[in-house]
């Protein structure tokens, strides 16, 4: 059985309708002096750009930040969506209002309690930012209807509203102090004030971000199940230390200098699962993403990206990226293996399964092709992108293409990304989204340029969750017919952490609340 088979199951966001738990106990404040302060070191692997969690999608935002602000509403361990700052909520029928009522007892880390006057600044500040991923139309806003009530107002039906607002992988709606959204600039917010079990003291550049807990925590007297209900910071100090190099982050988990390693290499999953003071933990990572130029050069033509994709060996690719299959899934779907109880249609699997060559070598023999270069850029900033990178220029040649492979840091590759000039096509690892149309590529502007369709729209205004799950057979059917990105697989990935740490968990991110560690 491979790994990540074991990791995890359930259903993606589903209820529509939540109400609030029984709250006859009143909620107790969180942490209590116990003297030696406890610390938990976190060897990460990449340092953000900003911490403002609306603005920016990349996950080394999430990760950090998640511990510090809270959203709305949140997921279950079965990916059914659940209230955290809210009380409870309900959509309307006809899927244009979401009414939500608030928490009254939740209080900022500046003492402040969350009213529904921080909720409207800071989810209509989340609704115009990176974050709400452009699905929601300019007119969508948070109205307050009472000093804990709050309505979101769609111009149309939104399925993927909910699901959005739950989801805190990348760009979450975090909910901050009024008068810090007010101050905010471009970039984002100056200060990281939230409501979560801990709160932000420092950020040292190229060195660390330390949480510390927060005394004052109010929580949830719901039990803990997934992302929802109760959270307990029961390590004092928390540091995420920013160390780039992937064998200083093995070694230092080992002899005792950090207490996670994040992001180990897959080649090094063995030693690692050999030592007896480490433990791993295997999460989902992303999709291994072909992404086309779809401006410029040789793949502008839909008949050319469909006959690679017929052509291409997925799993060797899928193995040079990622050593073996304990690390990868064959998915056709546009959705994560993890995500696949709703998310799951067979419509262009047989695209997907040709592995024909003679399908692109009869496409060059009816274009005349003479040799023409077509590149490809990628970066060994992240080795996994490389190696497939490496498999699929070495799978393209032997079909008579001239191809070049243009390797770049990860900063440079995506600047060039950009430049319609540059490049036939890129390689990258996506993470996983809340609903398919979330996807990164789903994005005129994003470096590929897909032009939309009818079918995204069809899912995306549908009144119900359930509803846009009937219309992602359409879409998976318009993906592999136009083939914007072709997608190779999923890849799950693992990091290691001493046995001294006990509760760790990794839902669409690190979960570091609940955890206990021996000093």
């Known amino acids: 059985m491979r790994i990540h088979k074991k990791l995890i199951a359930g259903t993606l966001l589903s209820a529509?309708?939540?109400?609030?738990?029984?709250?006859?106990?009143?909620?107790?404040?969180?942490?209590?002096?116990?003297?030696?302060?406890t610390e938990l070191r976190v060897a990460y692997s990449?340092?953000?750009?900003?911490?403002?969690?609306?603005?920016?999608?990349?996950?080394?935002?999430?990760?950090?930040?998640r511990h510090v602000m809270e959203p709305l509403v949140t997921i279950d361990s079965e990916?059914?969506?659940?209230?955290?700052?809210?009380?409870?909520?309900e959509q309307s029928e006809d899927g244009t209002e979401i009414q939500f009522v608030l928490r009254e007892d939740v209080v900022f880390h500046n003492g402040k309690p969350m009213t529904a006057e921080d909720v409207e600044a800071s989810m209509n500040k989340w609704l115009g930012a990176a974050g709400s991923r452009n699905q929601f139309h300019?007119?969508?806003?948070?109205?307050?209807?009472g000093d804990y009530e709050v309505t979101l107002h769609l111009q149309e039906p939104l399925a993927t509203a909910l699901p959005l607002m739950a989801f805190t992988s990348t760009g979450f709606p975090g909910i901050m102090p009024k008068e810090i959204v007010e101050e905010a600039s471009e970039q984002g917010v100056n200060d990281y004030i939230g409501t979560g079990p801990y709160q932000f003291e420092e950020w040292v550049t190229d060195q660390h971000i330390h949480l510390s807990k927060y005394e004052d925590y109010v929580n949830s007297d719901v039990p803990t199940d997934g992302l929802a209900g109760e959270k307990s910071s029961n390590v004092d100090d928390i540091y995420f230390e920013f160390v780039l190099d992937p064998t200083t982050r093995i070694s230092g988990v080992q002899t005792g200098q950090y207490d996670i390693a994040h992001s180990v290499p897959f080649d090094?999953?063995?030693?690692?699962?050999?030592?007896p003071n480490l433990e791993n933990l295997y999460y989902p990572g992303g999709f291994l993403n072909v992404h086309f130029n779809k401006r410029e050069g040789f793949f502008v033509d839909q008949e050319a990206r469909q006959s690679l994709v017929k052509s291409m060996n997925n799993e060797a690719i899928l193995t040079g990226a990622y050593s073996n299959d304990n690390f990868y899934d064959l998915n056709h779907n546009i959705m994560m293996y993890h995500q696949l109880s709703n998310?799951?249609?067979?419509?262009?699997?047989d695209v997907y399964e040709q592995q024909d060559p003679s399908v692109m070598e009869?496409?060059?023999?009816?274009?005349?092709?003479a040799g023409e270069p077509i590149t490809i850029i990628t970066t060994r900033d992240y080795e996994d992108q490389y190696n497939g990178a490496v498999v699929l220029q070495e799978q393209m040649q032997q079909l008579g293409m001239n191809v070049e492979l243009e390797v770049y840091d990860w900063p440079t590759l995506l600047e060039v990304n950009q430049d319609e000039s540059a490049y036939d096509i890129y390689v990258m690892g996506n993470v996983s989204v809340p609903e398919p149309s979330s996807n990164y590529y789903f994005d005129p502007n994003y470096p590929g340029w897909t032009t939309l369709p009818d079918e995204l729209f069809e899912l995306r205004n549908a009144a119900s969750v359930e509803d846009g799950i009937d219309a992602y057979d359409d879409l998976l059917a318009w993906y592999w017919e136009e083939v914007p990105v072709y997608k190779v697989g999923d890849y799950t990935r693992f990091l290691s952490y001493s046995t001294d740490v006990e509760g760790l968990d990794y839902l669409e991110g690190f979960v570091l609340w609940n955890i206990q560690k021996e000093n």
């Open 16 to 37: 529509l309708v939540v109400t609030a738990c029984d709250s006859s106990e009143e909620p107790t404040a969180q942490g209590t002096d116990t003297g030696e302060r």
């Open 362 to 369: 009869g496409y060059l023999d009816a274009i005349d092709y």
């Open 46 to 65: 990449a340092q953000p750009p900003i911490l403002d969690p609306h603005e920016q999608l990349a996950i080394a935002v999430s990760d950090v930040m």
């Open 343 to 349: 998310w799951d249609s067979d419509e262009g699997l």
């Open 79 to 89: 990916y059914n969506v659940q209230p955290m700052l809210a009380e409870s909520f």
């Open 138 to 145: 300019e007119d969508a806003h948070v109205e307050i209807d």
């Open 268 to 275: 090094s999953a063995e030693q690692m699962e050999a030592d």
